[in-house]
């Protein structure tokens, strides 16, 4: 029974990492968190993360962007390697609370963009019905040259009006995400997940700054190698890892590919904005996780 429960639990965890890129350790540790301790689920969950993240990296090996994921494995290794420092004069419980928070709030902003992305291509697609209108209009008489003229004007002013508009709220949210802002979160985002193993922020971060589902994929399945490695060292120092633990291990991975492919598949067949969707709702459920984690401390 208990082996079955392992295997149920790998399947569903790397299921979500195959359609999302992210949240198998939130689905696996939540699973199985309340008949084993961390300390036997942490290594096996590493142990079955690490050739999976391999996997999505390679497979979306060409939308790998360098300055994305380079950084952010620095920043992560630089979040492992001074948490010890950081957790003895912080609350973790409070941390865990305001980065919930975080992820929760980006996550919103995520969804409020893609719909703001939606609302401006069905403004354009009626302007450009108009100027097709405007042809049919031209060709129809010779007095509607001037009516042409001055309507298509009109439309040529309101489109140089909106696309303004737009690419101003674009470069303001450049200016506010991808520069001073966003590499904040970036900085904190990597020692999170280095201090505690939660990459929600970090999936948060780079879901904002990637072009698709691929994309974030790649980038992100790239810095969890680089984390990944890190952790297996250490656990190796500590001992956490075992016999017992690569044993049990190799005994789940049929289940950790099954779930993989399957969610892989799904995420090929599903349209773009579902994917996208999915990471919202996943990080939405990964900050509440959080926050009711920090209750739970307090």
Sequence with gaps: MDMALWAVAAIAAFFVKGLCGFANTLVFTTILGFGNNNISISPVELALGYPSNLILAFRERRSLRPKIFVPLSLMV?????????????????????????????????????????????????RHEAEA????????????????????????????????????????QGKFSWQGIGLSVVGVVSGVFCGLFGIGALLAAYVGRV????????????????????????????????????????????????????????SSAVMNEKLVRKAVVVFLVISGAVLLLGSFRAV
């Design 132 to 171: 097709d209108g405007l042809k049919e209009a031209k060709a129809e008489a010779d007095r509607s040259k001037e009516v042409y003229r001055s309507r298509k004007k009109e439309v040529e002013t309101d489109r140089a009006r909106e696309a303004e508009a737009a690419s101003k709220s674009d470069s």
């Design 210 to 265: 990637a072009g698709d589902s691929r994309e974030f994929k790649a980038n992100l399945s790239a810095v969890f190698i680089a984390e990944n490695t890190f952790r297996i060292f250490l656990y190796c120092a500590l001992g956490i890892i075992t016999k017992e633990t690569l044993l049990r291990s190799v005994s789940l991975y049929p289940c950790m590919l099954a779930g993989l492919f399957l969610g892989i598949k």
């Design 77 to 125: 290794l630089g979040g492992s390697a001074v948490g010890a420092f950081f957790l003895r004069n912080v609350d973790a419980g409070i941390v865990k609370a305001v980065f919930g928070v975080v992820v929760i709030g980006i996550a919103v902003e995520m969804a409020v963009r893609e719909r703001w992305a939606e609302s401006l291509g069905s403004v354009a697609g």
